[in-house]
């Protein structure tokens, strides 16, 4: 039990001296912001928001500092490979996502439009097509997080492309 202990203790000594920080709050350079639609996205995208920045999310672009419009959100699945036998022996999912934040009333750009395109390869076997599937979905969900977290950097970097206030 003390050297459990004893090695917590050194962990968190040690932790900060290589750099590794918590993530802790999101600062966006913008108070407001408006996430037109109800998409599985746009949801998990606006918890990640409420949860992780301080920027006030509102209900109409009339309100918001900034509005986070979506270009495009596509979901695709590519053959990779084929067996001996001819059937498909490997897919590729991919998920792209184009966005773009912008201030509709002044037409100030916080971030351009940018696309971010996110792959997982799966095999495949006609025997477990049930289990296929839900690992399909998974992998959708989990590329949904990871996009969703991807999208939050590029606008906390959004601030350091913006030039200083005078």
Do not use: W
Not at 18 to 46: D, M, N, S, W, Y
Not at 109 to 135: C, G, H, M, W
Not at 150 to 158: D, F, H, K, S
Request: aromatic share 6%; charged share 20%; net charge positive.
């Amino acid at each position: 039990m003390r050297a459990t202990l004893i090695i917590a203790a050194l962990t968190a000594a040690l932790l900060p001296g290589c750099g590794f920080h918590l993530r802790g709050q999101a600062q966006l350079p913008f108070e407001t912001l408006h996430i037109p639609g109800g998409t599985p996205l746009v949801v998990e995208l606006k918890r990640n928001l409420a949860a992780a920045s301080t920027t006030r999310l509102v209900n109409s672009p009339a309100e918001a500092q900034a509005v986070l419009g979506f270009t495009q959100d596509t979901r695709d699945k590519v053959i990779l490979s084929f067996n001996s036998a001819g059937r498909v022996q490997e897919y590729q999912l991919r998920y792209r996502v184009g966005f773009r934040v912008a201030d509709p009333k002044s037409g100030k750009v916080f971030l351009p439009p940018n696309e971010i395109l996110l792959t997982r390869d799966v095999t495949y076997s006609d025997a477990q097509v049930l289990a296929k599937e839900t690992e399909e979905a998974l992998l959708f969900r989990d590329m949904q997080s990871d996009m969703v977290q991807q999208i939050l950097r590029r606008m906390v970097a959004a601030k350091s492309a913006q030039p200083p206030a005078e």
